[in-house]
């Protein structure tokens, strides 16, 4: 499956702190033979992907559309469609399906759990079609139901 992050406040808080778990589940999603792309409205993200020692788990970066998601994917040279989108915003969620995580601002959270949140409605996903976590968004109607190919 093509899982998709985004990273200012999913991955990445406003003062370039990781969010927890980032680090291992990723790893468990490359494990399970899933292929994580990053993508950002603010750009290419490699230099962050890099600096948190991510890039060994990470397929691609590309740019994000911000708005008419899915019409601009070839536009923007996103070269696969997402069949999970991980995001703080709702829009791009409900667009093409996922989890609506809550804003990651300080690195000084610590608590937060969100991504292994994150694994667990991808693991519910890939096994029965669904999650029952509040913060899963289903595939829209439409969108197909597997799209793991170039567009």
């Known amino acids: 499956m093509n899982v998709f992050f985004d990273v200012d406040y999913t991955i990445l808080s406003y003062d370039n702190g990781i969010r927890p778990g980032t680090h291992e589940v990723f790893q468990r ?16 993200r490699w230099a ?3 600096e ?9 970066v590309f740019h994000k ?3 008419d998601y899915v019409a601009r ?3 923007l ?4 469609v997402p069949d999970f989108v991980v995001d703080d915003y ?15 601002f ?4 610590v608590d937060d759990a969100e991504m292994y949140a994150v694994y667990e409605a991808i693991c519910d996903h890939v096994k029965n079609g669904t999650s029952s976590h509040p913060s899963y968004r289903p595939r829209p109607r439409g969108l197909g139901v597997r799209s793991a190919s170039r567009i």
């Open 52 to 60: 948190h020692k991510l890039a060994g788990s990470v397929t691609d």
């Open 90 to 104: 709702p829009g791009i969620v409900e667009a093409f399906g996922g989890f609506l995580v809550t804003e990651f």
């Open 73 to 75: 994917l070839e536009e």
């Open 65 to 67: 559309p911000t708005w």
């Open 48 to 50: 962050e992907i890099n």
């Open 106 to 109: 300080r690195k000084r959270q």
């Open 29 to 44: 999603l490359v494990a399970d033979e899933h292929r994580i792309y990053i993508w950002s409205g603010q750009g290419l």
């Open 77 to 80: 040279g996103v070269e696969v």
